[in-house]
T-cell receptor
Framework: KNEVEQSPQNLTAQEGEFITINCSYSVGISALHWLQQHPGGGIVSLFMLSSGKKKHGRLIATINIQEKHSSLHITASHPRDSAVYICAVSAETSGSRLTFGEGTQLTVNP | NAGVMQNPRHLVRRRGQEARLRCSPMKGHSHVYWYRQLPEEGLKFMVYLQKENIIDESGMPKERFSAEFPKEGPSILRIQQVVRGDSAAYFC??????????????FGSGTQLSVL
């Protein structure tokens, strides 16, 4: 079992839909990161959080430390949101070194 | 303020050759991380370096791979005698304060290594 698991693996949505991507982890963490990987391969850090909720534009990330679970939400999805979304954790014992989920391929159709 | 710069963007090598991948961290960042993304797989940690020191190399293959981050110049990930299984995207990330102080990481665009 991977230390970080994401669901779903693939997600197709229509433009405007509300999207949720889930991440569960099995280790104690100091922080959880949500990353976006564009079709060209570049990686952008969207959020880093250790508790509660963060919002940036149409993106919202939440984390429940007790349940070892995080969600990434996209409101009013747009085709330009199509990308791979990756959850990664910094384990308590590994400092800033990240352990990654397998990623969720999101496709938003117009 | 330029972001994390990786070069080359694409690198083609024949089996047995050496591959050198470069990463210049963001200005003011002294912590560098290398990650590898094999085809159809997720990202995996390789090595964590701070200026002139290797802090954690637990993700590095035991042979043929080495990394350095000299006092001056970029971090280098070196792969000797490449094999087809080394074909992957190699990403570098940097941070200002590594270790147990969690902060946002900034990623480079990656180097796609193809071994013929």
């Amino acid at each position: 079992k991977n230390e970080v698991e994401q669901s779903p693996q693939n997600l197709t949505a229509q433009e405007g839909e509300f999207i949720t991507i889930n991440c569960s982890y099995s280790v104690g963490i100091s922080a959880l990161h949500w990353l976006q990987q564009h079709p060209g391969g570049g990686i952008v850090s969207l959020f880093m959080l250790s508790s509660g909720k963060k919002k940036h534009g149409r993106l919202i990330a939440t984390i429940n430390i007790q349940e070892k679970h995080s969600s990434l939400h996209i409101t009013a999805s747009h085709p330009r949101d199509s990308a791979v979304y990756i959850c990664a954790v910094s384990a308590e014992t590994s400092g800033s070194r990240l352990t990654f989920g397998e990623g969720t391929q999101l496709t938003v159709n117009p | 303020n330029a972001g994390v710069m990786q070069n080359p963007r694409h690198l083609v090598r024949r089996r047995g050759q050496e591959a050198r991948l470069r990463c210049s961290p963001m200005k003011g960042h002294s912590h560098v991380y290398w990650y590898r993304q094999l085809p159809e797989e997720g990202l995996k940690f390789m090595v964590y370096l701070q200026k002139e020191n290797i802090i954690d190399e637990s993700g590095m293959p035991k042979e043929r791979f080495s990394a350095e981050f000299p006092k001056e110049g970029p971090s280098i990930l070196r792969i000797q005698q490449v094999v087809r299984g080394d074909s992957a995207a190699y990403f570098c990330a940097s941070s200002r304060n590594g270790g147990r102080i969690n902060e946002k990481l900034f990623f480079g665009s990656g180097t796609q290594l193809s071994v013929l």
